[in-house]
């Protein structure tokens, strides 16, 4: 059987839960930080992608991926409205989810993209080089991959690619919702990002700055301020 998507980070609180979308890795562990920045009142999970483990394969379509995420979320009993998160490209994957539930007449209260670029559309697909250096950038200086086994890195680089070219063939529709960037980085790439997302979130678009780098953002201190603002969003109702 496989495993089911949905991830508890922190299962206990009275608030509203909040979901997360892994990155391009598969994981959701990168959202422990964040989980405990929540604190212990804030029920946080993470939807977590398919081929980590040995009997998986990975998916390679964001709509398969956001369909499967949309089931999962209607079977934890939780029932809408429902939160959404993602960092980096688990932005993207949680927009698609966000618009998959609102097509089904269900209601997406919070979704908040985290330093996520907006997606271009189809393009043409990378070289295993291309894909390996790619890993190699994401992976950056971790300590935990100089230990991993052969066998596991060729699974995780597998999930990474499937990813990759799985947001290279994705093209986009209109999100008819309201959307939260927390956008780090300099004010041109700000600039060009949110012009972007509000062609595709034409009804509504909050961008608010937060500390940090793409990969700082997610740990402290910087996440201590994403879980402010995301406390604040889900108390007043987003």
Do not use: K
């Amino acid at each position: 059987m496989t495993p089911e998507p949905l991830v508890p980070l922190q299962q206990h609180g009275g608030a509203p839960p909040l979901y997360c979308t892994h990155a391009l890795g598969g994981a959701v562990f990168l959202y422990l930080e964040l989980a405990r920045a929540l604190g212990p009142d804030q029920p946080c999970f993470g939807l977590q992608a398919r081929g980590l483990h040995r009997s998986e394969a990975p998916r390679t379509d964001v709509e398969e991926m956001a369909t499967a995420y949309a089931a999962a979320l209607r079977r934890c009993g939780a029932g809408p409205p429902w939160h959404l998160v993602g960092w980096s490209w688990g932005g993207v994957v949680a927009l698609e989810v966000a618009r998959r539930l609102r097509e089904a007449g269900e209601p997406v209260g919070m979704l908040v993209l985290i330093d996520t670029l907006p997606p271009r559309g189809r393009m043409e697909p990378a070289s295993a080089d291309e894909v390996e250096a790619a890993f190699q950038h994401e992976l950056g200086d971790d300590p935990a991959a100089r230990r991993w086994s052969e066998p596991l890195r060729r699974r995780l680089l597998d999930v990474f690619s499937s990813h990759l070219h799985a947001l290279w063939n994705y093209e986009p529709r209109p999100y008819d919702g309201m959307v939260t960037l927390l956008q780090t980085g300099e004010a041109d790439r700000v600039a060009s990002a949110r012009l972007a997302w509000l062609r595709l979130c034409p009804a509504g678009l909050r961008v608010v700055p937060v500390p940090g780098d793409h990969y700082g953002v997610m740990g402290p201190p910087a996440v201590a301020h994403v879980a402010e603002v995301l406390r604040a969003l889900v108390l007043g109702g987003a």
